[in-house]
Each structure stands twice: as C-alpha cells, then as structure tokens.
C-alpha cells in the first residue's frame, strides 16, 4: 500500500528561487523525495514562504504554522509520516524568539500531529523533525527582509534545541543544516544542489523510519 508523507514547512519547502520564483517540481526537494523514493510512497507537499512554528505575523498574514496545521492533517489523512521543517522565519527580529522558544514551537507541532483525532479509521502519523538550514553569516543585507546578525547566530544554536525537543516529544529528528546550506544570492534560501543534498537525506531517514 501506498505511504503518505506530508511536507509541512515554509519557502524552502515550497522551493522558493534566491531573488524570486519557485524551482520546478524535479528540483525542489519534494519533488527530488518523491523520484528517489518511487511509486510506493506519496510526497505531498504543504510549503508557505514566511510561515513561522506557532507566531502571528502582523506584517504577513496567515503565516502561523499552529493555525494551518491542522487543515492540512485534516485534508491529506490518511497520512503514514509527517515531515515538519519550520523555524527559519521564526529568527526574524520582530519576533524576538530564542533558539530553545523556536525549537519549543516546532515541538508543539509535532505534539498536534501526534495528538490530532484522526478518527478510527485513519493510521497516526509518525513525525520527522527537522531543524531547517542555517542562514547566512550576512542575512542582514538579504533582500528578505526582517533578519540582523544576531538572526544569524540564533541559526547556529537551532538544529542542537531541536534535537533536544525530538527526543522530548519522542519523534525522529533530523539536522538540515548538516547537508544544505543558504545561497550566496539571498542568504536565506536553496540552490539546487542543497535541494538536491536534503532530498538524499531526507529519503533515508524515511526509509529508516517506513521501510
């Protein structure tokens, strides 16, 4: 039987191009996921640049990861995994959020989904968080606006208070930033081969955790 997996996440999960646009599907991590893993499973892809884990953004709209959440379980169950890979816009200044406040957000989705009324006739989902790529030493001059350097330094510190809110909500953890890396372009978002490197990774650790 065919595997679910749902991509929750922002504009690197949407395949946002550095200075504008969106890589084709062949590209783009979800799309390279679903070539590598074939037929026996589904990729379903549920990215949204500017989405945070749990803040309201009163500049974007409609960008709180908690609200929307769980619409998407809703509307794509039956789901076998839940890929969640959000934090990357939770750095920007306005919000004001420590690395530990970031990763206890991403926790809190991961909670949702693990405790979401699926109904009897629906599986429960497993969870694969990661902690998103790392931004780049000058995302101050990003033409994204809203990062400073301190942005940055909360970037470095994210994927170890994430490992730590995977093993506290008992779901599997994966660090992006060991595999991709931000473009030289707009410091924040992929460049093929990162798309290319986090697809790899990602489709052993689903392997891993469905096979």
Known sequence: MQKNILCYGDSNTFGSIPGGGRWPLDVRWTGRLQALLGSDYRII?????????VWEDF??????GRKSLPVALASHKPLDLVILMLGTNDMKTRFSALPADIAAGAGQLARMV????YGDCYPRPQVL???PIQLHPDVEHSCC??????????SLL???WMRREAARQGVAFFDAATVAHPSEEDKIHMQPESHAALAEALAAEVRRLLG
Do not use: I, M, Q
């Not at 892809?45 to 884990?53: K, L, Q």
């Not at 693990?114 to 009324?117: F, N, V």
């Open 45 to 53: 892809e549920e990215g949204c640049g500017g989405r945070t884990t």
């Open 114 to 117: 693990l405790d979401y009324p």
């Open 145 to 154: 606006t809203g990062f400073n350097r301190a942005s940055y330094e909360k």
């Open 59 to 64: 500049l974007e709209l409609d960008k709180n």
């Open 129 to 131: 968080l990661v902690s």
């Open 158 to 160: 994210l994927g170890e």
